[in-house]
């Protein structure tokens, strides 16, 4: 298997017990795994998505961090992602969705 040269975490506010719970995932951050798994075949992109457990910036969700490069987004909807993966198709991040 090759290193994937990106790995996508994407809030799903799960808890110790499995559950989700929390803010990112009723604000639909489930609906976004599928269409990002979709769009990274679509695309050809060597990424990876990984689901996690809370991020801690609830008041920002859903919530996305791209390593290794390490860089955060918040409130990630359909439309945003699509904005983050074109600018990953050219290697960079979508600078004006970064989070501050």
Known sequence: MRKPDYHFLV??????????QGVCNKKGAVDLL?????EIVDRGLNAQVSSTSCLKICEHG??????????WY???????????????EN??????????
């Open 34 to 38: 599928g269409y990002l798994e979709n």
């Open 11 to 20: 809030c799903n506010s799960f808890r110790v017990s499995g559950v989700p």
């Open 91 to 100: 290697g960079q991040p979508a600078a004006e969705l970064l989070a501050t």
């Open 62 to 71: 859903p919530a996305m961090v791209i390593y290794p490069a390490g860089w």
């Open 74 to 88: 918040n409130e990630v909807d359909i439309k945003k992602l699509d904005t983050i993966l074109e600018a990953l």
